[in-house]
């Protein structure tokens, strides 16, 4: 497995669960700890100077007892694409430095949902007793969506699944480009292989244990000459200096390595956070210089730039997709209907509009 785990915690109800087996097969070296070891341990990682860190290297298998299909949580007083949200298990064994989960979670150990079965009846259920006619599900919320897939094996069968069913689509987002086990299956157009991506020299710097830029490109290439649609995240957008030159360069990079006709959409999203999110990078990384910009509370508690800059922002990287792909569907990742006028040309003011335009991407 890519990356290292060296502890494997059970919960006593999860001990009896087949994925549990088969994790403990597939990662020989990393010691199991089960029963009332657990707390104990959790007591001792919660002492750790830097609990994050070394909870990237444990494994805590659980079965999730709440909903498996969510909502996104999306922004208030901001467009949101009614993407739903498929919960295979929360954490993530990247450490990117501007990642949002490092303050949205209080368990610093990845917690894999082990009670499959129980995910793919929900799943079913909710296909056909949800009102709406089409549904968008992505598995990388809260976590990456293939980073664990080595050890769980869950993504081949979410794509089988969802090459069945008519009124949905799965997108699987990553900054790996683990995606050879998916590549004998057909997809049927119903699966979107999404990649987070940024320009190298930010990527090199701040995806800490992500694929390269490179890798994850040449995945998106090799999954659309196998029939998947691909999607592409550039989210958070980080306006270092000289971030014009360096992202037409990251544009220019996807469209030369993918075939337009197969792209589904490309999101643009400037970085936004939780006010606690600067202290925990300060003390996990210490000073991180964009997390110092003209940053301001926003209407969702968040900080962001001023609305006129972002604008100028998705103004540029929109022009340059553009450039390659006239009829690219862009779309901006929690603006404002006055952003997506101003920054886009086009009238996005309501969450059923957004949707629409999106659900439209999928055959």
Not at 272 to 284: G, N, S, T
């Amino acid at each position: 497995m890519r990356f290292p785990i060296d502890e494997i915690w059970i919960d006593d109800d999860a001990a009896d669960e087949a994925l549990t087996s088969e994790i403990i097969r597939r990662i020989p070296a990393a010691e199991v700890i089960s029963g009332a070891d657990v707390q104990r341990r959790r007591r001792e990682l919660d002492l750790d100077p830097d609990p994050l860190s070394r909870g990237k290297r444990i494994l805590r298998l659980v079965r999730h007892k709440g909903a498996f299909v969510k909502p996104c949580p999306g922004t208030p007083n901001h467009v949101c694409c009614d993407l739903e949200i498929l919960h295979i298990g929360q954490g993530c064994p990247m450490d990117c430095r501007y990642c949002a989960l490092q303050v949205y979670f209080n368990r610093p150990a990845i917690e894999v949902f082990v009670n499959v079965d129980d995910l793919v009846a929900s799943l079913a259920r909710h296909l056909k007793t949800d009102s709406r006619p089409f549904h968008r599900i992505c598995t990388g919320e809260f976590t990456d969506s293939l980073a664990l897939d080595p050890v769980t094996g869950l993504a081949p069968r979410l794509v089988e699944f969802f090459a069945r069913v008519e009124n949905a689509c799965l997108e699987i987002k990553t900054k790996t480009d683990a995606i050879e086990p998916l590549l004998d299956l057909d997809p049927r157009g119903r699966v979107v292989l999404s990649f987070s991506v940024n320009p190298r020299e930010i990527a090199d710097t701040e995806d800490r244990r992500a694929a390269p830029i490179g890798r994850r490109l040449a995945a998106a290439a090799r999954g659309q000459k196998k029939g998947y649609r691909v999607g592409f995240h550039f989210d958070p957008i980080i306006p270092v200096q000289g971030w014009e030159v360096a992202y037409d360069r990251a544009v220019d990079e996807i469209f030369r390595t993918v075939d337009p006709s197969s792209v589904a959409w490309i999101s643009l999203g400037v970085l936004r956070f939780a006010p606690q999110l600067k202290e925990a990078v300060r003390a996990r990384f210490g000073s991180v210089s964009y997390f110092h910009d003209a940053f301001q509370r926003g209407l969702d508690g968040k900080c962001r730039l001023h609305a006129d800059r972002r604008i100028g922002i998705y103004r540029r990287i929109a022009d340059r997709i553009r450039d390659h792909s006239a009829d690219a569907r862009i779309y901006l990742c929690m603006e404002s209907a006055h952003v997506w006028k101003e920054a886009l040309g086009l009238a996005m003011d309501s969450d059923e509009a957004l949707a629409a335009y999106l659900n439209a991407a999928v055959p």
